[in-house]
């Protein structure tokens, strides 16, 4: 049964920093992996999807990279902005039968 | 280009009564998929419709079940609506569903509170 988890919890830094969130899952059988922002109250907005054949992608400041061997993907957010400030939801697909979530990272970049 | 649909944006719904949420995909997204997410359990999926076919599901019970119409607009249904239903119901539409490469937009969900 595939297990997703996300390290830190919640993180709090101040406006500018780089920083990396982490993800790890336990079954490497997998088609994608993507990564989402969700504010407080609202749906799912994507921001980075990684195919398994893929070994990062980049959009903007962000940044995501997938180790399928090891079973880890991290995002790479530069120069963060409080704008940024969100919950962060990696999700895998398992070879297409559904996304399996991690419990998020919870991002708070202060002015 | 429009984004994925979920109507109503919030329900109060009494013990023992049952709801209907709608979804409206992506124009051209076929795979229509629902997630239920609540502070305890994360988000947890409910089940996967493709061309008007379940093709998986969760484990939820019985309660719970879905429909994909021909214009691959989706419904959920909940019967005999418990306290332990409340939560943000979300729904997610891909082109296909199930492939490599295969991008999945959710929308803005529906905030069920059963009271």
């Known amino acids: 049964k595939q297990e997703v988890t996300q390290i830190p919890a919640a993180l709090s830094v101040p406006e500018g920093e780089n920083l990396v969130l982490n993800c790890s899952f336990t079954d490497s059988a997998i088609y994608n992996l993507q990564w989402f922002r969700q504010d407080p109250g609202k749906g799912l907005t994507s921001l980075l999807l990684i195919q398994s054949s893929q070994r990062e992608q980049t959009s903007g400041r962000l940044n995501a990279s997938l180790d399928k061997s090891s079973g880890r993907s991290t995002l790479y957010i530069a120069a963060s902005q409080p704008g940024d400030s969100a919950t962060y939801l990696c999700a895998v697909d398992n070879y297409g039968q559904n996304f399996v979530f991690g419990p998020g990272t919870r991002l708070s970049v202060l002015p | 280009k429009a984004g994925v649909t979920q109507t109503p944006r919030y329900l109060i719904k009494t013990r023992g009564q049952q709801v209907t949420l709608s979804c409206s995909p992506i124009s051209g997204h076929r795979s229509v998929s629902w997630y239920q997410q609540t502070p305890g359990q994360g988000l947890q999926f409910l089940f996967e419709?493709?061309?008007?076919?379940?093709?998986n599901k969760g484990n939820f019970p019985g309660r719970f079940s879905g429909r994909q119409f021909s214009n691959s607009r989706s419904e959920m249904n909940v019967s005999t609506l418990e306290l332990g239903d409340s939560a943000l119901y979300l729904c997610a539409s891909s082109l296909v569903g199930g492939q490599a490469g295969t991008e999945a937009f959710f929308g803005q969900g529906t905030r069920l509170t059963v009271v």
């Open positions: 419709y493709f061309s008007e076919t379940q093709r």
